[in-house]
C-alpha cells in the first residue's frame, strides 16, 4: 500500500500527483497542449489539477477556466471548487463570483479576478465575445467521463470551439493554453478516448499513452482503492459484487468488462455489417449464449450496413447517428461484457462504432 510517513511519525495516504504528467512530452517529442488524467475515485486528481491552476495564478501565468457542461452547472460551482482548496492550502483566501447575464461567471479570489466558469454548450457566446478571455492562461475540465453516458451532442468540436475563441489575443493567433482534463474512470468507449484514438490503444499495463498534442495517464492509486473497500458502506455491497464499487476501487470501467478475442460456436443470427477505413465487419448474436461477435466475414447481400465513420460513409450505408436503437442496443451489450472479437482489428471497428 502506498503510504507516505508524517512529521508526527504517523502514516497518511499519498495523492495524486500530476508533475510527472505535466513532465511528459508528445509522440513527437513536443510540448503537449492537452493533459488527460483517468482514475480511480478519491485519488486526489481533482484537488491536484484545482491546486495547480490557482498556483499558476498567483505566479502570474494567466487566469484559469472551469469548464462544465450545462448552464445548471454553473450554480454553485465556486463552492463547491473552491471550498476543499481553502481548507487544504489557501486558509486566508476568499473566492467570490459575478454571474454574467447568466452565460459564464467571473471568478474573484481575495476580489482579484482569477478566472472564469464557462459552460461547454455555450461555445457558441463564447465565440462572439473571444476578447473577454484573452488574459486566459490555462483551462481544467474536471469529470470529462459522464457516468450516466451524458454527453452533449457535438461535445468535443465545442471544446475546441472554446479553446480556440481562449487562445487568441495578445498579438497572436494562436497561444498556449494547456488544457488539464481529469474524471474517473468509467467507459472504455467515451467521446474523448475515442477522438484521442485512447480505446483502442489502451490496456491495463498501461501508464502513459502519448499521441499528437496530448498526453494520457492512466492512474491507479492504491491507498485510495484500500479506504474505498475498507468503508463499512462499501462492505455492505461487497457481497454483491457491486459494479459501482469496482469502478469506484479497483479501476475497471463502470459497467465495462474486458471484452475477449475469442470464437464463440453455436446458432447465430447476422446482425449487421459495418464498414471501418474501408474494411467490412459482420455482427452477429449469439442469443444462447449472450454473446455478441464480430468478425471480418461480412455478408455482404444484408440489407442492414453501417459507416463507422463519415469518411467510410458510401451508397447502400447508414451512419451510426441514423441507426440510435440498434447502436444504442449494442452499447447496452458491450457495456455488460457481451461482446467478442476475431481479432483486434475488429475490436478496433467495433469501439470506433460504438463511440459515435
Known amino acids: 500500500m502506498l503510504y507516505n510517513e508524517n512529521e508526527r511519525g504517523g502514516y497518511m495516504p ?14 513527437n517529442g513536443e510540448t503537449p497542449e492537452i493533459f488527460i488524467v483517468s482514475g480511480n475515485r478519491s485519488g486526489g486528481k481533482t484537488t491536484a489539477f484545482s491546486k495547480l491552476i490557482i498556483n499558476r495564478w498567483k505566479k502570474g501565468k494567466g487566469k484559469f477556466i472551469l469548464l462544465y457542461r450545462h448552464k445548471n452547472e454553473l450554480k454553485g460551482c465556486e463552492p463547491a471548487f473552491f471550498t476543499p482548496m481553502k481548507e487544504l492550502f489557501f486558509p486566508e483566501d476568499e473566492m467570490t463570483f459575478i454571474n454574467v447575464e447568466g452565460h ?17 454548450s455555450g461555445s457558441e457566446y463564447y465565440k462572439r465575445r473571444s476578447n473577454l478571455f484573452n488574459d486566459v492562461g490555462c483551462i481544467f475540465f474536471d469529470e470529462f467521463q459522464s457516468e450516466n453516458n451524458n454527453y452533449l451532442s457535438d461535445e468535443i468540436s465545442q471544446i475546441q470551439s472554446i479553446h480556440t475563441s481562449v487562445a487568441r489575443g495578445h498579438g497572436s493567433q494562436s497561444k498556449y493554453v494547456p488544457l488539464y482534463m481529469c474524471s474517473n474512470t468509467v467507459s ?27 498526453v494520457f495517464e492512466q492512474n491507479y492509486n492504491v491507498s485510495a482503492s484500500e479506504a474505498q473497500k475498507q468503508s463499512a458502506f462499501n462492505r455492505a455491497f461487497a457481497q454483491g459484487n457491486s459494479d459501482y464499487l469496482n ?43 449472450g454473446i455478441v461477435y464480430c468478425s471480418d466475414k461480412a455478408d455482404m447481400t444484408h440489407p442492414v450496413k453501417l459507416s463507422a465513420s463519415v469518411e467510410d460513409h458510401d451508397v447502400n450505408y447508414v451512419l451510426v447517428a ?8 449494442l452499447k447496452y451489450k458491450f457495456r455488460k461484457g457481451c461482446f467478442r472479437f476475431k481479432n483486434l482489428e475488429c475490436k478496433e471497428a467495433v469501439l470506433n462504432l460504438l463511440s459515435m
Open 188 to 214: 472504455l468507449i467515451n467521446p474523448y478516448f475515442a477522438a484521442f484514438g485512447i480505446s483502442t490503444r489502451l490496456n491495463k499495463e498501461t501508464r502513459f499513452l502519448r499521441g499528437e498534442g496530448f
Open 14 to 27: 499519498e495523492y495524486y500527483n500530476p508533475s510527472k504528467l505535466l513532465s511528459k512530452k508528445d509522440i
Open 104 to 120: 459564464y461567471h467571473e471568478l474573484f479570489i481575495n476580489d482579484l479576478s482569477c478566472g472564469y466558469a464557462l459552460a461547454i
Open 247 to 289: 469502478y469506484s476501487s479497483e479501476n475497471v470501467y463502470l459497467n465495462d468488462n474486458l471484452s475477449f478475442i475469442e470464437q464463440p460456436t453455436g446458432s447465430n443470427i447476422y446482425v449487421c455489417t459495418i464498414k471501418y477505413k474501408g474494411k467490412n465487419y459482420a455482427i452477429r448474436d449469439y442469443a444462447y449464449d
Open 322 to 329: 441514423n441507426n440510435v436503437g440498434l447502436i444504442g442496443n
